[in-house]
């Protein structure tokens, strides 16, 4: 028997497979974060155009989550979230320029207190001027800013050095370097952070033409306005309106003729082609862990820190309420999460991925969280899962086209509302949408005398949310919106 064991052991080692170790009892993480990317640009989220096959077999193995949300559509608060699993207001990164506190716990931290090799690799996004190495990771390695397309800039080991290539193939190549030096005594969390589908939108070149012959038009909400906060009629004009540059895609504006929805297709074109190199990082990837035997013991997570509008109510960028604004794309394949493929219809948070990974990993709980693990919803279904929560978004000088935003989202409607930031009455009109019965937020129903009801409940609701996680519009100290003004007068404000 004992030489039957031997013989089986040199067998395996002869076919290049490595015995289970101690690190097999826990799993790696590869934390793959796109920015700025919309679940409809993706195949298994429904996009008609843009083919992503190795992401989709993530999903069609995995975990597909089609109703998960960010709490601040913004980089840099987005992604404060998903590390810590607190709200901005907490985790203190309320705008693209601030440096995710140092003594902040992190997922990534406390798996590496925990035994685990962490590295970061990409776009960071939080201290816009510092590409120094961050706590929490065994390596850290990112440029400062936004980074560029073709030929970034980055600080590796301590040196500032411009690597000629397309920024997804050169990231990829960052993070599967060393991905090829960890040994097996301990596992791994990679985190790869993406610049694409960040404008400005530059396709590879081989991807430069895929879609030049598909036609797309503005979307029709662009063209119904008119129950709409004057705010949204106008940021038409402005760089997140739809007459705008278009993140240098139209090069003079603003322009309002109907032949200039061709500078939109453009841009449009140009962000989904960025995409297509997103998937083939994810095939290199994936086809690493398959060839080490290492695939069915790692979390792999496909994720976008926030959604981006493109057209719709007639915007562009993010930074808003509206469904487009704030839905994101995750997908999760870790068979013993979910040995087949899964899709999850509930309410999912980027505050929610903190507790989870830690929880799947077995390792010690966050000391403080607003999130929650959705393992046994996916595992088993969770009665306690939430039916609502609350969005925010606080005005920024530099982008003056959206007001400070407070807003719930139920299962089935959303109340949005732009407190002016002194304690005034809103100085903009309110939104209130039936989700069920209008997904697209077509119609404005919050001057309908019927709605009355629904909207001091939602109210309610909103206030209980916020202050269950120690903010509201007293405590919070929000910014002056006055760089929002307004020449069309609301109809009403609610």
């Known amino acids: ?209 895929t879609f030049d012959d598909v036609k797309v038009p503005y979307p029709d909400t662009a063209f119904h306005l008119e129950d709409k906060p004057a705010w949204i009629k106008q940021r038409l004009n402005t760089w997140h309106g739809i007459y ?44 690493w862990l398959e060839e080490t035997k290492q695939l069915d013991n790692t979390i792999i997570v496909f994720m976008g820190d926030n959604g981006l509008l493109e057209g719709e109510h007639g915007m562009v960028d993010k930074r808003t309420a509206h469904e487009a604004s704030i839905r994101i794309p995750l997908v999760v394949r870790y068979p013993r999460l979910a040995p087949k493929s899964k899709v999850v219809p509930q309410q999912v948070l980027t505050v929610d991925m903190a507790s989870s990974l830690l929880e799947l990993c077995g390792a010690p709980a966050l000391p403080k969280t607003h999130g929650k693990s959705w393992v046994k919803l996916v595992q088993s279904s969770d009665p306690d899962w939430r039916t609502s929560w609350f969005y925010h978004y606080n005005y920024e000088k530099q982008f003056p086209y959206t007001p400070n935003v407070r807003a719930v989202r139920t299962d089935d409607w959303k109340y949005v509302h732009y407190p002016h930031g002194d304690g005034s009455p809103d100085k903009h009109m309110a939104e209130l949408y039936d989700l069920n019965n209008d997904p697209g937020e077509t119609k404005n129903l919050i001057n309908d005398p019927k709605a009355d009801a629904k909207i001091a409940e939602l109210k309610a609701e909103l206030t209980k949310l916020m202050q269950s996680t120690g903010l509201t519009d007293q405590t919070d100290k929000m910014p002056l919106d006055e760089g929002v003004k307004s020449e069309l007068p609301d109809a009403k404000i609610r």
């Open 244 to 287: 705008g540059p278009l993140f240098e895609w139209r090069k003079k504006f603003p322009d309002d003729r109907p032949e200039a929805v061709k500078d939109f297709e453009n841009m449009v074109h140009g962000y989904w082609g960025t995409i297509l190199s997103v998937d083939d990082s994810v095939a290199r990837l994936r086809a």
């Open 1 to 209: 028997m004992t030489r039957s064991i031997l013989a089986l052991a040199l067998f395996v080692f002869s076919l290049g497979l490595a015995l289970p170790s101690h690190a097999a009892t826990k799993p790696n993480v590869l934390f793959i974060l796109c920015d700025d990317l919309r679940p409809a640009a993706l195949g298994c989220y429904g996009s008609k155009h843009v083919k992503t096959p190795h992401i989709d077999r993530l999903a069609g193995e995995g975990v597909l989550f089609a109703n998960t949300f960010c709490t601040t559509s913004l980089c840099s608060p987005s992604r404060a979230s998903i590390l810590s699993g607190l709200y901005a207001h907490t985790h203190g990164v309320t705008n693209n320029f601030t440096e995710y506190p140092a003594t902040m716990p992190s997922f990534p931290g406390i798996l590496h207190e925990n035994g685990y090799a962490t590295g970061y690799f990409g776009k960071y996004h939080m201290g816009e001027d510092n590409d120094e190495p961050r706590p929490g990771f065994d390596t850290f390695v990112t440029h400062k800013g936004q980074g560029k397309y073709f030929d970034t800039e980055w600080n590796l080991e301590g040196k500032r050095t411009v690597v000629k290539g397309y920024y997804t193939t050169v990231v990829t190549d960052l993070a599967m370097d060393w991905l090829k030096k960890q040994g097996t005594d301990k596992p791994w969390c990679l985190f790869l952070g993406h610049k694409a589908p960040h404008s400005f939108y530059t396709p590879e070149r081989k991807y430069e033409h």
